[in-house]
DNA sequence: GAATTGTCACCAG
DNA sequence: CTGGTGACAATTC
């Protein structure tokens, strides 16, 4: 039985974006300004399924995304599909758990993990599918510098911005 | 900023 | 087991 995966696009201030959900839930967040090609994309990674174009039935979730992109305190909810090996799945999963308008770094998360190496945390991270509801932005470099951004570091700049301007946090 | 080097857990084969 | 590989970190100019 083949599997289905359901793409939509939808648009923010951060520049187009594409989410993709499998029945469990959403297994791609991708910027790009090329469509055809992270449509392409999302067929080679998931050559056994069936993919589609399902831009009417994904409304309500595409909404759901690009507030949660909007806003860095609005939390869309929404199941994650996570795919990888299991160091990549607790990592993402301990992405999860940092507030927004904080940022941490690699070395820290790996500390974390009981590992001493900063770069294979970085290379989880690097690999994580959904960007934003997986604030992999979050996480930079010690010396407070950001390095690099699987959908650029332009973007990576303005969503922690957008966080630490943040609306409604005050305090302190 | 950019280049340079040490280093080591992870993963695929 | 072996080897390639880094969205690192610390140092240097």
């Known amino acids: 039985m083949r599997e289905i995966i359901r793409f939509a696009w939808g648009t923010s201030s951060l520049g187009d974006f594409m989410i993709a959900m499998s029945k469990k839930g959403l297994v791609a ?4 300004l090329r469509r055809a090609a992270t449509e392409e994309a999302l067929r080679v990674r998931f050559t056994e399924a069936d993919v589609l174009d399902s ?4 409304v309500n979730i595409v909404e759901l995304v690009r507030r949660a992109i909007e ?3 609005f939390d869309p909810d ?6 990888g090996t299991a160091y990549e799945i607790t990592v993402w999963k ?3 758990s940092i507030p927004a308008g904080k940022t941490t ?4 998360l790996a500390a974390e993990l009981g590992t001493r190496d900063a770069r294979d945390v970085t290379e989880a991270i690097a690999r994580n599918p959904i960007a934003v509801l997986v604030p992999c932005h979050r996480v930079i470099k010690k010396d407070g510098s950001i ?5 650029g570091v332009k973007r990576k700049r303005a969503l922690l911005a957008l ?3 943040g609306k409604d946090f005050r305090l302190e």
């Open 29 to 32: 967040l991708e910027f790009n």
């Open 78 to 83: 929404l199941p994650l599909d996570l795919r």
């Open 55 to 58: 831009q009417t039935d994904l």
């Open 147 to 151: 390095s690099g951004y699987r959908w």
């Open 163 to 165: 966080e630490q301007n």
């Open 105 to 108: 770094n690699y070395g820290a």
């Open 71 to 73: 806003d860095p305190c």
């Open 94 to 96: 301990m992405l999860q």
